[in-house]
């Protein structure tokens, strides 16, 4: 299995230990820092460490750990230049799997610069990215982000993350790859369960999102195995479990 979104810098080895025996072989971990930075070099300094540090402390539990690296939007008050061209060396030394976690979240005016310009980098490299859609006004943002998207970016390279049933219907008919993330607060996997079966496996990826806030390390495992339980297609179980990802990711 593969969970598509993760932030590993916020757990610990004991959990990716259990993800590991519970049958995930890998995960991609996403960029986020939930303190206020006001200083590129220590947002560097976070990306680098996910990138050197949680990578490996993941692999001695036996779970591969791909890497998205971006600045998330609430990270974007910093001078940014110093992490694009940072984004552009690991896109060229293949050290990323996504440009991400990226997207918008207050809609202040550094955010919505810091998007579209990732946006861009992503585009003009070929390169995927993995957009973050918030708790809060989910739909106003995600409207926002939908309009942004065609004039910055080719459908093949999105995904848009935390869709959940309230906001489905706005996204399903995109060629966007679609993001289900299965975590307390955010959307139980019967709720997840009950989109796949109404719109189908093909668009959508599977992830736990775990992170500082509370989080099930195992809501992929969790959601395959009741997807099993009550009977789905096999074919259609291991899209959402590892085929989709495999194919979106080019692992
Ligand atoms: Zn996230």
């Known amino acids: 299995m593969i969970d598509t979104h993760i932030h590993g810098d916020a757990r610990s080895g004991e959990d990716f230990k259990e993800m590991y025996l519970s049958g995930i072989d890998a995960a991609v971990t996403c960029a986020f820092y939930p303190y206020k930075i006001d200083n590129e070099t220590v947002l560097l300094n976070h990306l680098m460490r996910i990138l050197n540090y949680d990578t490996k402390r993941a692999k001695e539990h036996g779970l591969d750990l791909k890497v998205a690296l971006g600045i998330h939007p609430a990270n974007a008050d910093t001078n940014s230049e110093l992490i694009y061209e940072n984004i552009y060396r690991w896109i060229e030394n293949k050290d990323i799997v996504a440009i991400g976690e990226i997207g918008l979240e ?89 989109i796949l079966d109404e719109y189908g496996f093909d668009k959508f990826l599977l992830n736990s999102d775990i992170s500082n806030k509370e989080s099930d390390p195992l809501s992929v495992p969790k959601t395959v195995r009741e997807l099993a339980k009550q009977g789905f297609n096999q074919k259609d179980i291991d899209k959402i479990a590892f085929k989709n990802a495999e194919k979106f990711f080019k692992f």
């Open 106 to 194: 207050d809609l202040t005016e550094n955010e919505y610069a810091v998007f579209k310009r990732q946006l861009d980098i992503a585009d003009e490299t070929k390169t995927n990215v993995i957009i973050h859609t918030p708790r809060k006004n989910k739909k106003e943002v995600l409207d926002e982000i939908l309009n942004i998207l065609p004039e910055h970016i080719s459908p093949e390279y999105v995904v848009i993350d935390h869709i959940n049933p309230n906001v489905v219907e706005n996204v399903i008919s995109t060629d966007y790859t679609l993001g289900l993330t299965v975590q307390p607060q955010k959307m139980d996997k019967y709720e997840a369960i009950s």
